[in-house]
């Protein structure tokens, strides 16, 4: 008997054979919780390992498996991102707090999340600094964009263009003497937060207080939230900056997120 009838029949019903495969190499795949040899699948699926290994390639091709140099197979990010286009119940709060919670306590200070909304950031969600004097931002409360550190990172991401339309549609504000009350100061802020990666609020929203901001981004790179450190401006460190970065990249992953 040949290989290929000794391999498992397709399904009944129209379907098409080499989905049928393809469909059951993946969940081969995803009953190992490590890379698996083209043994081992072409085993769990029946399929002769010439087939199997042709499958797998075609796979690896469009990034639904990848193969590692022991040439042994995982599922593949693509299928993260696909995941997260059909998963958007993901709770943002349930998988940033515990992140949150321990970069609280590596830089001492509170830790606030915000998502945008229009022209302001609502804040969703905190860890609060333990010390007596801290910066304690309410859950719900608003900030106009161009007063925040994160809101300046949304500007920069949303480009010029829409900078602008928002410094003509909110007159930008000033709450305190250094809030960037024009477009001339606010522009090259927003543009410089995103070639460095993350922006600051020197005490723009408020005297004394001092931020950190990051972006938070999701499966297709497009950021969803913001991740920030407040602390008194006396208190507020550079070292915490990669701290922050790598928390927000936490952050990021557990929304199905490729980061390097």
Known sequence: MDHASAEKAPRSGGSIQVIDRAAALLD??????????????????????STAHRILHALCEVGLVERDEASHYRLGRQLHYLAE???????????ALGIMERLRDEVGETVNLTVREGDEVIYVERALSRRIMRVEQVIGSRAPLHVTAVGKLMLGELGDQFTQGYAERTGLPAYTVHTLDSLEKLKPQAQQGVRDGYALDNEEAEEGVGCIGVLVRDARGEFVAGLSVSAPIERRQAAWIPLIQQAAREVSVRLGASVG
Not at 85 to 95: C, F, I, T, W
């Open 28 to 49: 081969a795949i995803s009953t190992y919780p490590d890379p698996a040899s083209l043994k081992h699948l072409s085993a769990d699926t029946g399929l002769h390992p």
């Open 85 to 95: 286009r059909v998963r958007p119940s993901v709770d943002l709060r349930q998988e």
